[in-house]
């Protein structure tokens, strides 16, 4: 799968752009396949906490192009216009199903996400330019001690994309499937047993700050680990955080030239890599120059944005996304070859994502999205089908 999924933007814009990865590696269905307007999504609740648990559908019409929510029968009900400073947004909550039981409700055709929470009702607002999402990281966010999470989805007429994400934060802990025609079904995002538990260990006893994007609530209450980005914008993780490891990769490919093969079906297709006067130059076959880096910083690499960003174009999106992965996964410095694609290889240098390997290493499938460009390869927590009978979001144990 190309991947150009970026979760930090708006969910819409970022499955918006899941679909154009995915459709570029010839994932429509086949031509006699009709998704209808909505299908079921069957919510279990595996949790064993005993808080009631609220559900929101929300995102952008793939009928109509506007923000909206839907509600339990999948019918669209647009935003009503927002403010400055925002206003609250209508309660687009649904009830979901108590501890042990299973409910339905059905999605209709949008880009979007599916937001649940535990106890408390989120507080959503609408500004002038649409919905505010929740942004915990800010200590004010009226959201902060809330335990919730969220998938993102799309359906349209080339069918269903749905995964489980970590880009943003790792906290109530979830697996999403999907039903295909002929009855089998198929699953990802499910933490191994005592994997939940386990990431926030690991993350603790990681020394340089690691420990620091733990957010827990005043009665202690762990209610979430913060991407190192955010990190990094918080001040738990240090701005330096990545340096040595770029400073290394500048210094290799001065003398060493990086090849980058970045589609998967086009193997003819390469860019080649070198650093002069402290820029990494990428040349086409013919040599000439189509795109330039400046050296990362830990910002960049972590949020895959900024010295490496990475538009959604045929050239530098392509070849910023493997450098991405490359620099999360630290195999930059092992292989002159990217993308590297084999997991045995990934975050071996003392210097990488660590939130990104401690997730990978407690899934029970070991797929996860714990970077932006996770999806490098096929590592990502993602479900997809042409003609889908039926979604799943499973709400797992925190244990």
Request: some cysteine; aromatic content about 10%; overall charge negative.
């Amino acid at each position: 799968m190309l991947a150009i999924l970026r979760h930090r933007w708006p969910a819409v814009a970022a499955a918006a752009a899941l679909l154009g990865a995915l459709l570029t590696f010839g994932t429509t269905p086949p031509a006699d396949a009709a998704v209808p307007a909505t299908i079921p999504l069957q919510i279990t609740n595996n949790s064993g906490r005993g808080d009631p648990l609220h559900v929101y559908i929300l995102g952008t019409s793939l009928t109509t192009g506007q923000q909206g929510w839907a509600d339990a029968n999948g019918t669209f009900h647009p935003w009503p216009a927002g403010g400055n400073p925002p206003t609250p947004a209508p309660d687009a909550s649904v009830p979901g199903p108590a501890a042990g039981q299973s409910s339905t409700i059905r999605i209709p055709k949008l880009s979007g996400r599916i937001y649940f929470s535990y106890g408390q009702k989120l507080v959503f607002k609408l500004a002038t330019g649409g919905l505010v999402q929740p942004a915990v990281q800010n200590p004010s966010d009226p959201n902060r001690d809330i335990l919730f999470n969220w998938s993102e989805y799309t359906l349209n007429d080339s069918g269903l994309w749905l995964n489980s994400t970590q880009v943003d934060m790792f906290s109530a802990p979830y697996s999403v499937g999907v039903q295909r025609a002929d009855g089998s079904a198929s699953s990802t995002g499910r933490l191994e047993p005592g994997g939940y538990n386990g990431v926030f260990s690991a993350l603790r006893a990681q020394s340089g700050g690691w420990g620091g994007l733990i957010q827990t609530r005043s009665d202690g209450t762990v209610l979430r680990a913060l991407s190192p980005l955010y990190g990094l914008e918080t001040g738990t993780l240090p701005t330096s955080a990545m340096d040595d490891y770029i400073d290394r990769v500048w210094q290799k490919y001065a003398t060493t030239t990086l090849t980058v093969t970045p589609f998967a079906n086009q193997p003819d297709t390469k860019y080649y890599g070198r650093v002069s006067g402290g820029v990494l130059n990428f040349t086409n076959g013919s040599g000439t120059v189509v795109t330039s880096f400046q050296k990362p910083d830990a910002s960049s690499v972590f949020g895959c944005h900024r010295l490496l960003d990475a538009p959604n174009d045929e050239v530098r999106g392509p070849i910023s996304r493997t450098l991405c992965a490359g620099f999360n996964r630290s195999t930059l410095l092992t292989n002159p070859n990217q993308p590297d694609t084999s997991a045995a290889n990934f975050y071996q240098d003392a210097v990488t994502n660590h939130y990104a390997r401690i997730i990978h290493d407690r899934m029970a499938d070991g797929k996860a999205y714990a970077f932006a460009f996770d999806d490098v390869g096929h590592h990502e927590s993602l479900v997809h089908d042409g003609d889908p009978r039926q979604a799943y979001l499973t709400l797992d144990p925190f244990n």
